[in-house]
C-alpha cells in the first residue's frame, strides 16, 4: 500500500523560508514521480514541482520558479520541498503526491496516491 506523509508545514514571515518533506512508503517502480502541489483558500488545487525516482529530473510551475526547489533522499524514501522567499500568496495547504511514472508534469490526473497535506501560513 502505498502512503504518502508530509510534514514541516507552519507558519512563517513573508520573504523567510520553510522546507516541506513527504516521507512515502510502498511505492515500486524505476521511474515513478513525486509531486508536490497546493491549494490555497478558494482556490483550485495548482501542480508546482515534481521529480523522478530515476534521475532526479525536476519540473517547475512558473509561480515559483527560482523560488522553490525540490529534491529527494532516496536512502530515507523522502521527497523534501524547499521554500524560499515566501508571499502571502504562498500561504496553502500542501500535498505531495504519487505517479507511476515521470512525464515531467504537474499535471494532477497523473497521479494516483496522494497525502493528507500540510499547512503552510505566510504573516506579512
Known amino acids: 500500500e502505498v502512503q504518502l506523509v508530509e510534514s514541516g508545514g507552519g507558519s512563517v514571515q513573508a520573504g523567510g523560508s520553510l522546507r516541506l518533506s513527504c516521507a512515502a512508503s510502498?511505492?515500486?517502480?524505476?521511474?515513478?514521480?513525486i509531486g508536490w502541489f497546493r491549494r490555497a483558500p478558494g482556490k483550485e488545487r495548482e501542480g508546482l514541482l515534481c521529480?523522478?525516482?530515476?534521475?532526479?529530473?525536476?519540473s517547475y510551475a512558473d509561480s515559483v520558479k527560482g523560488r522553490f526547489t525540490i529534491s529527494s533522499d532516496n536512502a530515507k524514501s523522502t521527497v523534501n520541498l524547499q521554500m524560499t522567499g515566501l508571499k502571502s500568496e504562498d500561504a496553502a495547504d500542501y500535498y505531495c503526491?504519487?505517479?507511476?511514472?515521470?512525464?515531467?508534469?504537474?499535471?494532477?490526473?497523473?497521479?494516483?496516491?496522494w497525502g493528507q497535506g500540510t499547512q503552510v501560513t505566510v504573516s506579512s
Open positions: 521529480i523522478s525516482s530515476s534521475g532526479g529530473t525536476t
Open positions: 510502498g511505492l515500486n517502480g524505476d521511474d515513478y514521480a
Open positions: 503526491a504519487s505517479a507511476p511514472t515521470f512525464m515531467g508534469t504537474v499535471d494532477m490526473e497523473s497521479y494516483d496516491y
